[in-house]
C-alpha cells in the first residue's frame, strides 16, 4: 500500500459522518481519529460556530505554517480538509492523528509521548497506510531554528497583544478617540480593531501551538540523556523544568493589584459569547484567579549542583531551555485568551454595526459576519437557521475520542482509557481525605474532615479547578494530560498530583487515601 | 580522651537523666545503626520501642549478621509498625496517644543513607519525616531527651574547618543525601521547646551490629571498585579522614546522649583513630587478601565518573573520593568521657562480614 495523502480512498468516513450538520468540518478521509482531550480542559464542552472559527481556522493554519516549515515536502499537512482540528456537534477536537503524524516526522520523537503530554494517554492512531511518516535528519536544525523564531515572536505579541488591548480601550463609546479611529469611539472605531485582531490572532494561535510542539522534542532529548545519567531523573524533572516565571501565578498577582487588566481570566476560556444562550450553560463559574505557590525553600537553589557530572553533559543548560519553552507556550496562551477576549467587544461591535440582533452573531462564523455582500437580513435568516443546527447538535452526546472511519458520531465511543496506572505530574506525598466535585460538576472545597488534608478526587479537572486549588492538598484524577493546562497549574500551585489513575473512580468521599505525586501511586488507607 | 567499656559488654556514662529506665522510641531501627543502638539499649535494661516501617522478619535476620546480636535486636523491643512521615505515623489514634504518653525518650535514626538517592528522599522522608517526629515530641508530657543522628557529611564541601556549633557554612552538597540531612538537622534546630541533640556520624561500619553494612551505601559503594584490580583514582591517594566509627560504638554514644544533661547542642563522633579513606578501604579489602591500586590522579575525576559503571563504581561515590570537611581538632573532646572504644579491627572485620555473606562480592 502506498504512502496515503488526503484525498485518497485508503480510509472514509464512517456511514454517519455523511449526515453531518453544515456547520461542521469534513472528517479527513486519512487522519480519522480525533480527541477533545486538550480541548476538554480549557475550552467548554460545546463551542459556538462564532468561537469557532476564532480558535479553530486559525489554529489549523499556524500549524499548518509550522508544519510546512518543519517538513516542506509534506502533501499531508495540506488540502482542503482540516489537518489538525477539527468541529464536530459543536464541540472542538484535535485531531490526534495529524499530531501524531507530526511526531512521527520528528526523528527520535514517540507518537506516545504526545498522546501523554496532552491527549490523556489515548491510544496513538495507526499511522495512514500502517507506515509512519518520517521527516529526516534536516527536522532537526528546523526545529532549533523554530525554537528561535518562537522566541523572537513571543517578544513581539508581548508588545502587540497589549497594544491592541490599549486600542480596545481608547475606542470603547464614551472615550475620546484614539488616533486613527472615530472620535466618540462605538461600534465604528471598534470595528476597525478587526481586521488587525484577525492577523494578530493568528500570530498568536501559530505561536502558542509551535511552543507547545517545540516542547516535545526538547523533553524527549533531555529525557533520553537524563533517564541513563541520573537515577531520579522522574523526581527532579517537574524540580528543574519549573518555568522561573509563573505565567499564572504572574497573572494572578497582577489581578490582585489592576483587577480590569487580567478580567480576561474571569470569562469562559476559548467561548466568546459566554454570556448567551445557550453557551453560558457550557460555561463554569471560574472564580478569581488565585496565586500559586512560592517555592517553599526547601529546594537549593540550583538543583542540578547535586546531581554528578549534569553539567559535563549540559542537562542544565538543556532544562533551562526547556524552561523557556514551558513558560513561552503557557504565555503565548495566556496572549491567545486575551486576544479571544478583545474579539468578545469587537465582534459585537461588527455585528451592531451590521444591524444584527445581539442573539444572532454567536452563529455566525468571523468569515460570515464580516462579508459585506450578504445583507443583516439575509445574516438573520442564516444565522436562525444555523441556530436551529446547533439546538440539535448540542443535544448528541459526542465523544471525548473517536475515529471517524470506525464510530459514527454520537455513537458513544470508548472513552480514552489510561494504559498506565496513574503519572504523577506534581512531586509531593500527601495523606488525606478524599473529596469530590458537587453534584452540579462545579468545585467545591468540601468538608474538612478530622481537620485533615484534603484530597480532590474526579474524573477530569478542568479549569475551573483553579477557584478550590487553594483548599485542597492534592489531586487525583481518572484522566488527564502531563502537560495541560491544568497540569500547569497544579504545578504552579505546587500541589502534590496523580492522573489517569484507575482508583480514581472508585473513591469515596472521606475515605483516606495516600497520594505520591511523584510516583503516580494512590493507595486507600482506611 | 579514654575510653570505658566494650560496646559489647555496655557502659554506663555518667549523667544519667533520671531514674529508672528510659523508654525510648527509636525512629529507624532497621538500618545498621538503628539496630545496633536498639541492641545496646535493651541490654542497659531500657523499655525500647521501634518505629519503623517493616518490622524485620524475624531473628534469622538476613543481612547474616551475628545470629545473637540478631536475635537480640529482634527480641528485646517492641516493633510499632508506623510511616514517621503520615501525621501520627499512621498509628490507630489510641496506639498513638499510648506512645506519645510512654515514651521519654527519642532517637532519630531513620531516612536512606544512600548518596544515590534523590530529592523525594531529601525532602519528603529526612525533611516531612523529621518534621513529623518533632511534632510528635511537642506531644509527648513526658518527653526528656530527643537525639536526631545526622552526618558530618552535613557539611558537603566546604571550605576550612567545621566543628559542632557550625551548620551553614556556605557549603555545597555533592548530592540529596547530604541535603537531605541538612534539612533535618536545621529542622530539628529551629524545634523550639523540644530538648533535642545532634550527633553527627560519619560512615558505620562494624561486624558485630545486628545488622550487617551494606555495598549499596555509602564508601562500601566504592569496594567493588577496589577489589577489582583497577586503579582506583582518588585525590591525594585517599590521606584525608573519613571519620568510619564501628555501629557499636556509635550506639554507646547514642545512649550517652541520651542520658547526658543539659540536653542539646550537637555533639560529633568517629573513631578516634581516624582512619583515612586509603587506610579504611586497604583494611575492607585485607578480607579479601586483595591491597586496592589507589592512584592519585585529580585530572580523571570526570573520566572516572563517566567510566564509573565500568569500574564497578556508583557515580555517586565518585564524589567521595576528594577530600571531606576537615573537622576542628578537638571535636571529639566535646564528648563526656569516658569515650567507647572501637572494636579491634572492626574494618577489617567488616571486610570479612561482607566477603562471608554479599554475593557475587569477589577480587579480580
Known amino acids: 500500500m502506498t504512502r496515503p495523502t488526503p484525498g485518497s480512498t485508503v480510509a472514509g468516513p464512517a456511514a454517519g459522518w455523511a449526515d453531518l450538520a453544515s456547520l461542521d468540518t469534513d472528517p479527513h478521509p486519512v487522519f480519522t481519529t480525533y480527541s477533545a482531550g486538550n480541548f476538554a480542559e480549557v475550552a467548554p464542552d460545546r463551542l459556538s460556530p462564532m468561537s469557532w472559527s476564532l480558535v479553530g481556522p486559525p489554529v489549523e493554519r499556524g500549524m499548518r505554517n509550522v508544519a510546512g516549515r518543519l517538513f516542506p515536502r509534506a502533501r499531508w499537512a495540506t488540502g482542503s480538509h482540516f489537518v489538525f482540528v477539527g468541529y464536530f456537534s459543536c464541540r472542538p477536537y484535535h485531531n490526534l492523528s495529524g499530531f501524531c503524524q507530526l511526531a512521527y516526522g520528528v526523528p527520535g520523537l514517540d507518537p506516545a509521548l504526545v498522546t501523554r503530554s496532552y491527549f490523556e494517554d489515548a491510544p496513538v492512531p495507526e499511522p495512514p497506510g500502517g507506515r509512519p511518516y518520517r521527516g529526516g535528519a534536516a527536522v532537526l536544525p528546523q526545529l532549533a531554528r523554530e525554537l528561535l523564531l518562537t522566541r523572537r515572536r513571543v517578544g513581539a505579541l508581548t508588545e502587540q497583544v497589549p497594544q491592541l488591548e490599549a486600542a480596545l480601550a481608547e475606542a470603547r463609546p464614551g472615550r475620546k478617540g484614539a488616533p486613527g479611529l472615530p472620535a466618540g469611539g462605538g461600534s465604528l472605531a471598534l470595528g476597525r480593531l478587526l481586521p488587525g485582531a484577525v492577523r494578530l490572532l493568528d500570530r498568536v494561535w501559530e505561536t502558542h501551538y509551535a511552543s507547545t510542539m517545540l516542547i516535545l522534542p526538547l523533553l524527549a532529548v533531555q529525557d533520553g540523556v537524563a533517564r541513563r545519567f541520573v537515577p531520579y531523573w522522574r523526581e527532579l524533572e517537574p524540580l528543574v523544568n519549573r518555568p522561573d516565571s509563573l505565567v499564572w501565578q504572574r497573572l494572578a498577582d497582577l489581578g490582585a493589584a489592576v483587577p480590569e487588566a487580567t478580567s480576561f481570566l474571569h470569562r469562559q476560556f476559548y467561548e466568546v459569547a459566554d ?63 486575551r486576544t479571544l477576549h478583545v474579539m468578545r467587544l469587537v465582534v459585537r461591535a461588527v455585528a451592531a454595526r451590521r444591524g444584527l440582533a445581539d442573539g444572532d452573531w454567536p452563529y455566525l462564523s468571523l468569515n460570515e459576519l464580516l ?32 475515529n471517524t472511519a470506525q464510530d459514527g458520531p454520537g455513537t458513544g465511543a470508548p472513552e480514552p482509557a489510561s494504559t498506565r496506572a496513574g503519572v504523577g505530574i506534581c512531586p509531593g506525598q500527601v495523606t488525606g481525605t478524599v473529596v469530590v466535585p458537587g453534584a452540579d460538576g462545579r468545585y467545591e472545597p468540601g468538608p474538612d474532615a478530622n481537620g485533615g488534608r484534603r484530597i480532590l478526587v474526579c474524573e477530569r479537572a478542568d479549569v475551573q479547578i483553579q477557584t478550590v486549588l487553594p483548599h485542597i492538598d492534592a489531586l487525583v484524577t481518572a484522566r488527564g494530560s502531563a502537560l495541560s493546562h491544568v497540569a500547569i497549574l497544579l504545578r504552579e500551585h505546587g500541589l502534590p498530583s496523580v492522573i489517569g489513575h484507575p482508583l480514581a473512580r472508585d473513591l469515596r468521599p472521606g475515605q483516606e487515601v495516600y497520594v505520591d505525586g511523584t510516583t503516580g501511586e494512590v493507595r486507600l488507607l482506611a | 580522651m579514654s ?64 545470629s545473637a546480636a540478631a536475635a537480640e535486636w529482634v527480641a528485646g523491643a517492641e516493633w510499632v509498625a508506623g510511616d514517621v512521615r503520615r501525621p501520627g505515623f499512621g498509628l490507630p489514634p489510641a496506639d498513638a496517644a499510648r506512645l506519645s504518653e510512654q515514651t521519654t525518650h527519642v532517637v532519630s535514626c531513620f531516612g536512606s543513607v544512600a548518596v544515590s538517592e534523590g530529592p523525594r528522599t531529601a525532602v519528603d522522608l529526612h525533611l516531612r519525616g523529621t518534621q513529623r517526629l518533632i511534632e510528635f515530641a511537642r506531644g509527648c508530657p513526658r518527653l526528656k531527651a530527643v537525639v536526631h543522628v545526622s552526618s558530618v557529611l552535613v557539611f558537603g564541601r566546604c571550605p576550612g574547618i567545621v566543628g559542632n556549633a557550625d551548620l551553614q557554612v556556605g557549603q555545597a552538597f555533592r548530592n540529596w ?19 533535642a541533640r545532634i550527633l553527627r556520624l560519619g560512615p558505620v561500619l562494624g561486624a558485630d551490629g545486628p545488622v550487617a553494612p551494606s555495598t549499596r551505601s555509602g564508601i562500601l559503594t566504592a569496594l567493588p571498585a ?17 571519620y568510619v566509627t564501628d555501629s557499636t560504638a556509635a550506639a554507646q554514644v547514642v545512649r550517652a546522649a541520651l542520658e547526658h544533661e543539659p540536653v542539646g547542642g550537637t555533639w560529633t563522633w ?30 580523571l575525576v570526570s573520566a572516572v565518573r563517566l567510566a564509573a559503571p565500568v569500574l564497578g563504581l556508583s557515580r555517586e561515590v565518585c564524589d567521595y573520593l576528594t577530600p571531606w570537611p576537615r573537622l576542628a581538632a578537638g571535636i571529639l573532646d566535646e564528648l563526656p568521657v569516658p569515650l567507647p572504644a572501637s572494636p579491634p579491627r572492626y574494618v577489617e572485620r567488616t571486610g570479612e562480614l561482607l566477603r562471608a555473606h554479599s554475593l557475587g562480592l569477589v577480587a579480580a
Open chain 1, 371 to 402: 462579508d459585506e455582500s450578504m445583507p443583516a437580513a439575509q445574516l438573520h435568516r442564516y444565522a436562525r437557521s444555523r441556530a436551529e443546527e446547533c439546538a440539535q447538535a448540542i443535544d448528541r452526546p459526542m465523544p471525548d475520542l473517536f
Open chain 2, 177 to 195: 543525601y547530604e541535603y537531605g540531612k541538612f534539612l533535618a538537622e536545621t529542622a530539628w534546630q529551629e524545634a523550639d521547646g523540644v530538648p
Open chain 2, 226 to 242: 577496589a577489589l577489582s584490580g583497577l586503579p582506583l583514582p582518588i585525590t591525594g591517594r585517599g590521606d584525608f579522614p573519613c
Open chain 1, 275 to 337: 454570556d448567551q444562550e445557550p453557551w453560558d450553560r457550557y460555561v463554569g463559574a471560574l472564580g478569581p484567579p488565585v496565586a500559586g505557590a512560592e517555592t517553599d525553600g526547601l529546594l537549593p537553589e540550583d538543583p542540578w549542583a547535586l546531581v554528578p557530572l549534569s553539567r559535563t553533559l549540559q542537562l542544565p543548560r538543556l532544562s533551562a531551555v526547556v524552561r523557556i519553552a514551558m513558560e513561552q507556550r503557557e504565555h503565548t496562551k495566556s496572549l491567545a485568551m
Open chain 2, 270 to 299: 568517629y573513631d578516634p583513630a581516624a582512619p583515612t579513606l586509603n587506610a579504611t578501604l586497604t583494611a575492607l579489602c585485607s578480607a579479601w587478601g586483595v591491597i586496592p591500586r589507589i592512584v592519585a590522579a585529580p585530572g
Open chain 2, 3 to 66: 575510653a570505658v567499656s566494650d560496646g559489647r559488654t555496655g557502659g554506663v556514662h555518667e549523667g544519667h537523666l533520671g531514674s529508672g529506665p528510659m523508654r525510648v522510641l527509636v525512629v529507624g531501627g532497621t538500618g545498621v545503626l538503628g539496630a545496633a543502638v536498639v541492641a545496646d539499649l535493651t541490654r542497659h535494661g531500657h523499655e525500647v520501642r521501634v518505629l519503623s516501617r517493616h518490622a524485620p522478619a524475624g531473628a534469622s535476620s538476613s543481612t547474616g549478621a551475628a
